[in-house]
């Protein structure tokens, strides 16, 4: 593969592009008509323009997508995370063309989008699973039976589903009917697919997810696990690696089980196995995502791995350059996502330009991001600008530098989950490791947010008085020199 085509904008096609280069790859960007200007665009050594703004009109439309890439004579696509990346039609078209679909075959993404059908595959594997069904069910009169079997609270979830849509907790029997017709008229109109099911309802649950890689010679490995319980309405906030609750025995036996349901569906590249852990450290397997994650640099980080360069590689059917027992995990990395949101004011989406943009920098901060001070956040796509990661030696270093590089973030123009990040980095839950998905709704209001703000603010301001004042006793002492 000597040319790639990335399928994707904003801070991931950059991120892919560094690696790509780095292999001596060349790269192509797309771009729609709020992008022309975007830094995917130049950094890449070739631009070609897929539309209007909309994602429908530009980076959803497979077929514009392939003919860019046999226009420009690129070997390869890679799809990022979104727009096509789980869409196995896609996956599918690009192979037919020739082209190299830098992900799983199309066959494990349809097997894995169906909650369903991923359950019925990794059945014959012995993966704990949360009690429950594994087939769609639409009687009500059956799934009273079910759940007086499972035992109360149930949570009925949407097969095809995503993002928390489709899923209603059942409390009792009284309040079954209804909550299954609300999930199934909830599926239908997000997915298209009424198909709903059942599980017991996992109350208080931490949200850990392994990493893993598999080439295309048989062989699979984990990349241990990610922590991504700071969710705001199924919306990740903060991921760390390793999780501050896993013992070196559950690591290793949830990593062994995230390889099996690999295994399961023939999964090729890079994957991210979701588990539900409960306050007792019971595991149970959710879901697989099958394409390269949002949070995986903080993977990254604690592997030495670039998770894009191996895809790259798995795609060229190389084999995997590293066993299970050549992989460790030094230190911590901990990343938080920064949204053009308020979350003063509910979240609620904060347009504008950033009028000033300066990021953080040094030896334990990354930043992977899109823009430049002076652009404009377009409306149409994710909110998402920036992903602030830090690294220390271990997990209380990685908080007290996420806290500086915070600090150190300036962003004007815009509001954005700054703020957020630096209430959580100083919850006492959080500090000590003692939380849940709950985290958000638990702990957070905007009031609590200002105190810390200003807290803040105050300890920076006396810290420089004092600075201040110590510098004018020295400078007082006639003859010293400093
Ligand atoms: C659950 C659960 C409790 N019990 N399943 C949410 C999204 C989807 N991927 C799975 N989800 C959940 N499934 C059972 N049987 C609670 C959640 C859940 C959740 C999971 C991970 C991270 C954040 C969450 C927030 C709310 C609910």
Same mark, same amino acid.
């Given at each position: 593969?000597? +040319?790639?085509?990335?399928?994707?904008?904003?801070?991931?096609?950059?991120?892919?592009?560094?690696?790509?280069?780095?292999?001596?790859?060349?790269?192509?960007?797309?771009?729609?008509?709020?992008?022309?200007?975007?830094?995917?665009?130049?950094?890449?050594?070739?631009?070609?323009?897929? $539309?209007?703004?909309?994602?429908?009109?530009? #980076?959803?439309?497979?077929?514009?997508?392939?003919? !860019? !890439?046999?226009?420009?004579?690129?070997?390869?696509?890679?799809?990022?995370?979104?727009?096509?990346?789980?869409?196995?039609?896609?996956?599918?078209?690009?192979?037919?063309?020739?082209?190299?679909?830098?992900?799983?075959?199309? @066959?494990?993404?349809?097997?894995?989008?169906?909650?369903?059908?991923?359950?019925?595959?990794?059945?014959? #594997?012995?993966?704990?699973?949360?009690?429950?069904?594994?087939?769609?069910?639409?009687?009500?009169?059956?799934? +009273?039976?079910?759940?007086?079997?499972?035992?109360?609270?149930?949570?009925?979830?949407?097969?095809?589903?995503?993002?928390?849509?489709?899923?209603?907790?059942?409390?009792?029997?009284?309040?079954?009917?209804?909550?299954?017709?609300?999930?199934?008229?909830?599926?239908?109109?997000?997915?298209?697919?009424?198909?709903?099911? %059942?599980?017991?309802?996992? $109350?208080?649950?931490?949200?850990?997810?392994?990493?893993?890689?598999?080439?295309?010679?048989?062989?699979?490995?984990?990349?241990?696990?990610?922590?991504?319980?700071?969710?705001?309405?199924?919306?990740?906030?903060?991921?760390?690696?390793?999780? !501050?609750?896993?013992?070196?025995?559950?690591?290793?036996?949830?990593?062994?089980?995230?390889?099996?349901?690999?295994?399961?569906?023939?999964?090729?590249?890079?994957?991210?196995?979701?588990?539900?852990?409960?306050?007792?450290?019971? #595991?149970?397997?959710? &879901?697989?995502?099958?394409?390269?994650?949002?949070? @995986?640099?903080?993977? &990254?980080?604690?592997? $030495?791995?670039?998770?894009?360069?191996?895809?790259?590689?798995?795609?060229?059917?190389?084999?995997?350059?590293?066993?299970?027992?050549?992989?460790?995990?030094?230190?911590?990395?901990?990343?938080?996502?920064?949204?053009?949101?308020?979350?003063? =004011?509910?979240?609620?989406?904060?347009?504008?330009?950033?009028?000033?943009?300066?990021?953080?920098?040094? &030896?334990?901060?990354?930043?992977?991001?899109?823009?430049?001070?002076?652009?404009?956040?377009? %409306?149409?796509?994710?909110?998402?600008?920036? +992903?602030?990661?830090?690294?220390?030696?271990?997990?209380?270093?990685?908080?007290?530098?996420?806290?500086?590089? %915070?600090?150190?973030?300036?962003?004007?123009?815009?509001?954005?989950?700054?703020?957020?990040?630096?209430?959580?980095?100083?919850?006492? !839950?959080?500090?000590?490791?003692?939380?849940?998905?709950?985290?958000?709704?638990?702990?957070?209001?905007?009031?609590?947010?200002?105190?810390?703000?200003?807290?803040?603010?105050?300890?920076?301001?006396?810290?420089?008085?004092?600075?201040?004042?110590?510098?004018?006793?020295?400078?007082?002492?006639?003859?010293?020199? =400093?």
């Amino acid at each position: 593969m000597k +040319k790639i085509l990335v399928a994707n904008r904003g801070e991931i096609a950059l991120r892919i592009m560094r690696t790509a280069r780095r292999m001596g790859i060349r790269t192509v960007a797309v771009y729609s008509e709020a992008d022309r200007h975007a830094p995917h665009v130049r950094f890449a050594d070739q631009a070609v323009f897929l $539309g209007p703004a909309p994602s429908n009109q530009s #980076y959803l439309v497979m077929e514009k997508i392939i003919e !860019a !890439a046999k226009t420009t004579g690129a070997e390869g696509i890679h799809p990022g995370y979104g727009f096509l990346s789980e869409n196995s039609e896609f996956a599918r078209k690009v192979k037919a063309a020739g082209i190299i679909f830098v992900g799983p075959h199309p @066959h494990a993404i349809e097997v894995m989008g169906s909650k369903l059908a991923a359950k019925d595959a990794v059945k014959a #594997y012995d993966i704990p699973m949360v009690p429950g069904i594994d087939k769609a069910i639409t009687d009500t009169e059956k799934a +009273k039976k079910i759940a007086e079997k499972i035992g109360y609270p149930i949570l009925i979830k949407a097969s095809a589903g995503g993002g928390g849509k489709g899923m209603r907790v059942v409390e009792n029997s009284a309040e079954l009917k209804s909550q299954m017709e609300r999930a199934i008229s909830e599926a239908l109109s997000a997915f298209g697919d009424g198909s709903v099911f %059942i599980e017991k309802y996992v $109350g208080s649950p931490r949200h850990i997810e392994i990493q893993v890689l598999a080439d295309t010679h048989g062989n699979t490995v984990h990349l241990f696990e990610r922590e991504c319980s700071i969710q705001r309405r199924h919306q990740k906030v903060v991921e760390e690696a390793p999780s !501050a609750v896993l013992t070196p025995e559950l690591r290793a036996k949830m990593g062994a089980d995230a390889c099996r349901v690999a295994q399961a569906c023939d999964y090729v590249g890079a994957g991210t196995v979701e588990f539900l852990l409960d306050e007792k450290l019971n #595991y149970y397997f959710l &879901e697989m995502n099958t394409r390269l994650q949002v949070e @995986h640099p903080v993977t &990254e980080w604690v592997t $030495g791995v670039d998770l894009v360069e191996e895809q790259i590689r798995v795609a060229r059917g190389e084999k995997l350059r590293f066993k299970q027992e050549d992989l460790t995990i030094k230190g911590h990395a901990m990343e938080l996502r920064v949204y053009a949101e308020d979350p003063a =004011n509910n979240f609620l989406p904060s347009v504008g330009d950033l009028v000033v943009y300066q990021k953080p920098s040094g &030896e334990n901060i990354r930043v992977d991001d899109g823009y430049e001070e002076g652009m404009e956040i377009p %409306i149409y796509y994710d909110p998402m600008i920036a +992903k602030l990661i830090t690294y220390g030696a271990t997990r209380d270093a990685a908080i007290a530098n996420m806290e500086k590089a %915070i600090a150190n973030y300036r962003i004007e123009g815009i509001e954005t989950t700054l703020p957020f990040g630096a209430f959580v980095m100083k919850h006492e !839950a959080f500090k000590s490791g003692d939380f849940d998905t709950h985290f958000v709704k638990q702990f957070f209001t905007p009031e609590a947010m200002a105190a810390d703000t200003k807290n803040g603010e105050e300890v920076a301001a006396m810290a420089g008085l004092q600075l201040y004042l110590e510098r004018r006793k020295k400078l007082r002492v006639p003859g010293e020199v =400093n």
